[in-house]
């Protein structure tokens, strides 16, 4: 089903130049309510400003940026692997923002995302990667699915997450409780 998809990693320099459909497609997660660090309304300057960052994050910290692209060449799908910077931790990184828009979903395309972003993390000679979600989220699914080992007891058990939702809602739609869960994935060396 992903046939034509592609994974890449791309610089901050495309980042300049796909900004705007990087923006489109994170406004699209936030206004669908995903757990992904932003409240709705997610405004497209709001958005540019973030992506602005993480280009930086690409410059000066090594911060690997992949995108899945469709056959037509577009932006569908993006996620970031951070490295880990303490002395004790450069075997590790984190996996961070695992995105897909909405009209691109269950089609594969997170999970090829996972897959390349741990084939990066071998070569870079990483041992370990973490990504945390909320409970009963897709992105929980998506990672249990892909063979990720939960650690509920790695990250603190019960994080409350406020998420404002239009005036429109009623109260009891607009404070959901969710556990926060940590997935980690013990990437093993290729044999020589
Ligand atoms: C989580 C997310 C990245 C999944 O992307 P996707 O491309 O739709 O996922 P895939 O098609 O690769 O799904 C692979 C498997 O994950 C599971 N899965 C994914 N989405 C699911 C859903 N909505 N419900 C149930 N299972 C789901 C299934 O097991 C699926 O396999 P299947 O389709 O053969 O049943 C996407 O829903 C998303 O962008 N969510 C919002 C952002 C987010 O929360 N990111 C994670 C936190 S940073």
């Given at each position: 089903m992903t046939d034509d998809i592609q994974v890449r990693r791309i610089g901050a320099d495309e980042v300049d130049q796909r900004l705007e459909r990087l923006a489109d497609i994170l406004i699209d997660c936030v206004a669908n309510g995903d757990s992904v660090s932003f409240l709705p309304p997610l405004t497209r300057r709001r958005a540019r400003v973030y992506w602005r960052s993480v280009a930086d994050a690409v410059i000066c910290n090594g911060c690997a940026l992949l995108a899945a692209e469709d056959g037509a060449g577009q932006i569908v799908g993006t996620t970031q692997m951070v490295p880990a910077t303490s002395e004790n931790q450069l075997h590790s990184a984190r996996v961070v923002k695992v995105l897909v828009e909405r009209s691109a979903r269950r089609r594969g395309i997170g999970r090829r995302m996972l897959r390349a972003v741990s084939e990066l993390a071998r070569k870079e000679g990483k041992t370990l990667l973490t990504l945390s979600t909320t409970t009963g989220s897709a992105a929980e699914r998506l990672y249990a699915s892909s063979g990720w080992a939960s650690?509920?007891?790695?990250?603190?058990p019960l994080t409350a997450h406020i998420a404002r939702r239009p005036s429109s809602t009623s109260i009891s739609d607009t404070t959901k409780l969710a556990s926060r869960l940590l997935f980690t994935d013990h990437i093993c060396p290729v044999p020589f």
């Open positions: 650690s509920p007891g790695v990250c603190s």
